[in-house]
């Protein structure tokens, strides 16, 4: 019954009009996303409780209650990765220029708002993001960028729904410029020391039961640093201090994983 007043909502009510009438219902003073800074009564659940994501640990898409804005859909990795790009990155504070892919809304706007920020938004289904202004379609392995074209990549919880992630890696490196960063969460499992990744498991069906989700390809684990490592990324895993989990409303078993294209001179370093 909820799934049809939902999708009937969607067919009367104008996109423009949907994150206002949410914060309108949701108001009230126990919570304020910090991406959309609207004040709400209540959070919503995030993620899914499947026995596999129970089994390996998997950080990133467990279910957790009270986690994700019911007017921006924010949940707790978008928090953390606007937590880093707002406060530790400095790309808001000078000219830059993003590409956003498969844009979470609030991100989107918040991002495409910001007075520095030269925004791009893309996906391979545009069709899923009314929200975004100006969204190309893309192919993460072939993108329509020249080689170092943006300060900064995001494309959140997308890795594992790419057949080939190690081209799609190294074409965004290849489109960031020397210095840039790429933050690229996934789900991963902490209870795996290597990414599991069964091409047997082509039916909806086998990909939730070894990958934990239907549309899963893969199902990342502690090793995937060294897969980003692997392709040329410099990473780092950025864990935020206590007070921003606590005021973030962050997971706090989840970390950043901060990757840079190195700048020449510390390749250089390196081969010496
Ligand atoms: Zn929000």
Redesign the pocket.
């Known amino acids: 019954m909820a799934v049809q007043l939902q999708t009937l909502a969607r067919a009367v009510v104008p996109q423009a009009l949907r994150a206002p009438l949410r914060r309108a219902a949701y108001y009230g003073h126990r919570r304020r996303?910090?991406?959309?800074?609207?004040r709400?009564r209540r959070y919503l659940a995030e993620g899914v409780d499947r026995p596999i994501l129970r089994e390996l640990d998997v950080v990133g898409a467990e279910h957790r209650a009270g986690a994700r804005?019911?007017?921006?859909?924010?949940g707790s990795r978008t928090r953390l990765v606007w937590l880093y790009l707002q406060r530790v990155s400095g790309l808001l504070d000078r000219p830059s220029r993003l590409l956003h892919v498969a844009p979470e809304p609030?991100l989107c706007q918040r991002l495409h708002g910001a007075p520095l920020v030269d925004y791009h938004a893309g996906d391979r289904a545009p069709g899923r993001y009314a929200h975004a202004p100006g969204l190309v379609q893309l192919d993460l392995l072939a993108l329509p960028y020249p080689e170092a074209t943006f300060d900064a990549i995001l494309a959140n919880h997308v890795l594992e729904h790419v057949e080939d992630d190690r081209a799609a890696m190294s074409e965004i490196l290849r489109a960031l410029r020397p210095g840039g960063l790429a933050l690229l969460q996934v789900p991963i499992a902490l209870g795996l020391k290597t990414t599991r990744e069964d091409p047997a498991a082509r039916t909806p069906e086998a990909r939730e039961r070894v990958h934990g989700q239907r549309d899963h390809v893969r199902l990342y684990a502690n090793d995937y640093p060294d897969r980003l490592r692997a392709v040329g990324f410099e990473v780092h895993a950025w864990r935020p201090e206590a007070s921003a989990v606590e005021s973030f409303d962050l997971n706090p078993r989840e970390c950043l994983f901060v990757a840079r294209r190195p700048r020449p001179q510390a390749l250089a370093r390196k081969a010496a």
């Open positions: 996303c910090p991406v959309c800074e609207s709400v804005c019911p007017v921006c859909w924010a609030g």
